[in-house]
């Protein structure tokens, strides 16, 4: 079964993200984790509410 691509958007400030980094590898999901303290345009980051 083909899975669909997961984008996971968080920060290692938040456990919540580290949970469900943990969750997604504790389950065999592939998923592509995106930092938002990394990104380049933080504008785009902040208009989606993410802290």
């Known amino acids: 079964m083909n ?21 997604l590898k504790d389950n065999g999901f592939n998923y592509e984790y995106m930092d938002v303290d990394k990104l380049e345009n933080i ?3 902040k208009s989606y509410n993410v802290n």
């Open 3 to 23: 899975q669909p691509k997961i984008y996971l958007y968080g920060s290692l400030r938040c456990i919540h993200c580290e949970n469900a980094k943990k969750w």
């Open 43 to 45: 504008n785009t980051v």
